[in-house]
């Protein structure tokens, strides 16, 4: 399962709701016949079952696919957003498709929830895992990134259904799994500023194969400007420290009285 922040300015509604949605995840999933574990992208919650991966910032969704490959403890690891939950068909059907040895395949069109063998993405180019790492492009870019890889080892979704379940709150879902959004969830590409191409006036990737690889790299030179420019405001920390980089200060008994006398 993989939480992301919801709330980036309200640390302590940002964790409530994590917890609720973790809650719903133990209460869904058959913890006897899984391991478990959270990845916490970028985000912080208490956890008392289950096992957790915390990245300290937003990966993006293609850098959180390899993970789950990376640190893969059985013959297959789930990618699952923490907003959905698997139905108990959900699990028979995953069960089935793994006996019959599939690679990789999803639980609907819209692949929310992801299945792969481990392995999936061993040996990728280093210029595909840069991409990955670009954590600026967001999860309706990023998880493309990876489709062709997928597409080499048979990637199909096992069901073609996935339609509005509801309207307030708005859940999809299928006979698989849903969603389970309560009413006010946020939008995270809007609430971490993170690019979409409907920001460009483009909906449904309904453009040009030249349009399209121009606005990703426009995307793309917009996130290492910022990059850039915040590395331009922390240049200090370098020609300040670097010379004592493998240096650190000796501090006996009478160094740390004085400093405590100019304290």
């Known amino acids: 399962m993989c939480a992301s922040p919801l709330f980036p300015e309200d640390l302590l509604r940002d964790q409530e709701l994590h917890a609720w ?40 969704l293609a850098y959180n696919w390899l993970l789950c490959d990376e640190n893969c403890r059985g013959d297959y690891w789930l990618f699952l957003p923490e907003d959905c939950y698997i139905k108990p068909k ?19 069109r819209d692949p929310k929830g992801l299945v792969g063998k481990r392995g999936t993405f061993q040996g990728i180019s280093k210029a595909l ?39 307030d709150p708005e859940c999809w879902g299928n006979e698989l799994y849903q ?7 946020p939008d995270i590409n809007r609430s971490l500023k993170l690019p979409i191409f409907q920001d460009y006036g483009f909906d449904g990737w309904k453009a040009t194969t030249a349009e399209l690889e121009s606005m990703f790299m426009d995307i793309v030179a917009r996130g290492l400007d910022h990059q850039r420019t915040q590395a331009e405001s922390l240049k200090s920390l370098i020609s300040h420290y670097g010379p004592l980089i493998s240096e650190v200060p000796y501090k006996g008994v009478l160094a740390e009285f004085i400093d405590r006398i100019k304290k």
């Open 179 to 185: 969603t389970m959004n309560i009413s006010d969830h």
């Open 129 to 167: 895992l840069t991409l990955c790492d670009m954590n600026f492009l967001g999860k309706e870019i990023g998880c493309v990134v990876l489709r062709g890889v997928l597409d080499e080892k048979g990637f199909h979704c096992i069901t073609n259904k996935w339609e509005k379940i509801s309207k």
């Open 90 to 108: 959900g699990w028979q059907e995953i069960h089935r498709h793994m006996r019959k040895g599939k690679a990789c395949f999803a639980l609907s």
């Open 21 to 60: 949605y973790w809650t719903k995840t133990l209460e869904s999933a058959p913890l006897d016949d899984i391991f478990l574990t959270v990845i916490q992208n970028g985000c912080s919650f208490p956890i008392e079952e289950g096992n957790c991966i915390r990245n300290p910032l937003v990966k993006s």
